[in-house]
């Protein structure tokens, strides 16, 4: 069975002070990991998609990375608009579905 | 551009009361659905999928419902709500590679 392990539970960070996000997967052939970013109430907006080990990808102050057994979304000199929910979810040979992450909980303080 | 409505936004219904929340989709055709349950403290739960008129598949015995009477069209049904029930429903559809775009969902509270 697929499985997300999103760290940290919750983040809080001062304004420019970059940190990372992690996300552990254990899949039976991976065919995409995906970020999104959730504020609250709203649905979950789309960010990456990752497909194989070394890949990178970048938006704004956010850039995911992936290796054979995690991810990670660095943010580099963040802004309190930053602050949201961060998820994280893999798709495999399996099937149709977005396995998610619990998330990661972003607060970026002035 | 492709855009994924949802309706109602927030719903108050008491326990043992009908349900029916709609998904539909514009500038797309015969996209992939999906429904996703979003309850406190959990993950996004896959519900249900479709892909096509009339193909549901699901994911999680409950005793919810779903229906694809359109091609952009998604219905999710529940003929008596439980307290278990309420949650951020989300619809989503699937573009190709796999990424799926989702809606601004629906909070449903039972009481």
């Known amino acids: 069975e697929d499985q997300v392990t999103q760290s940290p539970e919750a983040l809080r960070l001062q304004e420019g002070e970059s940190s990372s996000l992690n996300c552990s997967y254990t899949?039976?052939?991976?065919?995409?990991l995906f970020w999104y970013r959730q504020d609250p109430g709203k649905g979950p907006e789309f960010l990456f998609t990752l497909y194989s080990a070394g890949e990178e990808k970048e938006k704004e102050r956010l850039k995911a990375t992936l290796t054979k057994k995690e991810s990670f979304l660095h943010i580099t000199a963040p802004k309190p608009e930053d602050s949201a929910t961060y998820l994280c979810?893999?798709?495999?040979?399996?099937?149709?579905?977005?396995?998610f992450g619990k998330g990661t909980s972003l607060l970026v303080t002035p | 551009s492709q855009t994924i409505h949802q309706w109602p936004a927030t719903l108050v219904q008491p326990v043992g009361s009908p349900l029916s929340l709609e998904c539909t989709v514009e500038?797309?055709?015969?996209?992939?659905l999906y429904w996703y349950r979003q309850a406190a403290g959990r993950g996004l739960q896959l519900l249900f999928y479709s892909v096509g008129i009339g193909q549901i598949s699901s994911e999680v015995p409950q005793n919810l419902s779903a229906s694809r009477p359109q091609d952009r069209q998604f219905i999710l049904s529940s003929k008596k709500l439980l307290l278990s029930d309420s949650g951020f429903y989300l619809c989503a559809w699937r573009r190709v590679f796999n990424e799926q775009f989702f809606g601004p969902g629906t909070r449903l509270t039972v009481l």
């Open positions: 500038g797309t055709s015969n996209p992939n």
């Open positions: 899949v039976s052939g991976l065919r995409g």
């Open positions: 979810a893999v798709t495999s040979n399996s099937g149709y579905a977005l396995n």
